[in-house]
């Protein structure tokens, strides 16, 4: 069974840092690439951040370029997301996603988002 | 950024009824070199993750029933459910996968009437 496991989330003080990971199991995770998207309370889908399966490629929404940081560990199935400088804004539920993208059907952007995990909860405020 | 408009913003059916959902998008998601629509639909029931529908704006992933449906071109997608079931209360979104930064609709909040 494909599972993504995030981890990581908390309370946290404006301006203060977070390290979110995502454990990825039942799937070959060296050859897919990966998201991360998050929903604020109570409001829609946000993606932000995409790395393809060998790392070589990374995207980032505007509302975190330069304070976030995705990278990922194949040998260890996981994937994370170094969060700087957070805001309140930044307050969401965080989920990692499976890309539709492996490295035989490479795009270099992401895709469809397929499965994705629970979620951890990121609360920023003081 | 391309932005996608959902309509309506919230829609009651009555069970074993229609229900249809449609997204806009701001500039067309067509790719002309292979004529794929990078369109998605996803389904979010509450406290749990999106799950994904329909790619390539109508194909339906697999395990999800046929009586969901995607259709449209271009600017214009809609996803259809043609008989409303009690499970498929939940939040729709469409997303496009175009270009980044990928962008979801508003959502749309479907209930039984």
């Known amino acids: 069974e494909v599972q993504l496991v995030e981890s990581g989330g908390g309370l946290v003080q404006p301006g203060g840092s977070l390290r979110l990971s995502c454990a990825a199991s039942g799937f070959t995770f060296s050859t897919y690439s990966m998201n991360w998207v998050r929903q604020a309370p109570g409001k829609g889908l946000e993606w932000i951040s995409y790395i393809s399966f060998g790392g070589g490629m990374i995207h980032y929404a505007d509302s975190v370029k330069g304070r976030f940081t995705i990278s990922r560990d194949n040998a260890k199935n996981s994937l994370y997301l170094q969060m700087n400088s957070l805001r309140a804004e930044d307050t969401a539920v965080y989920y990692c996603?499976?890309?539709?993208?492996?490295?035989?059907?490479?795009?270099?952007?992401?895709?469809?988002?397929?499965?994705w995990g629970q979620g951890t909860q990121v609360i920023v405020s003081s | 950024d391309i932005v996608m408009t959902q309509s309506p913003d919230s829609l009651a059916v009555s069970l074993g009824e229609r229900a249809t959902i449609n997204c806009k998008s701001s500039r067309s998601v067509l790719y002309s070199s292979n004529n794929k629509n990078y369109l998605a639909w996803f389904q979010q029931k509450p406290g749990q993750p999106p799950k994904l529908l329909i790619y390539w704006a109508s194909t339906r992933e697999s395990g999800v029933p046929d009586r969901f449906s995607g259709s449209g071109s271009g600017t214009d997608f809609t996803l259809t459910i043609s008989s409303l079931q009690a499970e498929d209360v939940a939040v729709y979104y469409c997303q496009q996968y175009y270009n980044t930064p990928i962008t979801f609709g508003q959502g749309t909040r479907l209930e039984i009437k």
């Open positions: 996603a499976r890309d539709w993208e492996t490295s035989s059907r490479y795009r270099g952007l992401p895709n469809w988002f397929d499965p």
